[in-house]
């Protein structure tokens, strides 16, 4: 069993930046991966980024995260975090991360279904 524990959730001003963090406790002594998820109302949920802990390789599920998104870890694998940075108002969401112990495919690497464990998710609302 993995627990997942999202923080770092805040309300911010178009523009802004916010760092999410994702702590992993349970048994985290084999292999995980982590992903960051996210879901605004009304709309599916939709992944964003994923990052093997053990070697800090990381995925990104376009161009277009990847060049205002970060995914990294601490020096403790336990914790990653989300750096999000010149936010929009489109950015506004719950943001979930999620771990399985496997390495997802490319053709499900973004499919919630995926991934066998979520946290509780962090609120980011971006407003102008």
């Known amino acids: 069993q993995v627990q997942l524990v999202e923080s770092g959730g805040d309300s911010v001003q178009v523009g802004g930046s916010l760092r999410l963090s994702c702590a992993v406790s349970?048994?985290?002594?084999?292999?995980?991966?982590v992903a960051w998820f996210r879901q605004a109302a009304g709309k599916e949920r939709e992944g964003l980024a994923l990052?093997?802990?053990?070697?800090?390789?990381?995925?990104y599920v376009d161009l277009s995260v990847r060049a205002r998104f970060i995914i990294s870890k601490a020096n403790a694998r336990e914790t990653v975090h989300l750096q999000m940075t010149s936010l929009k108002p489109e950015d506004t969401a719950m943001y979930y991360c999620?771990?399985?112990?496997?390495?997802?495919?490319?053709?499900?690497?973004?499919?919630?279904?995926?991934?066998?464990?979520w946290g509780q998710g962090t609120q980011v609302t971006v407003s102008s």
């Open positions: 999620a771990s399985d112990p496997t390495f997802p495919p490319s053709n499900v690497r973004w499919s919630p279904g995926t991934y066998k464990y």
């Open positions: 990052i093997y802990p053990r070697t800090g390789a990381t995925w």
């Open positions: 349970g048994d985290t002594s084999g292999d995980y991966f």
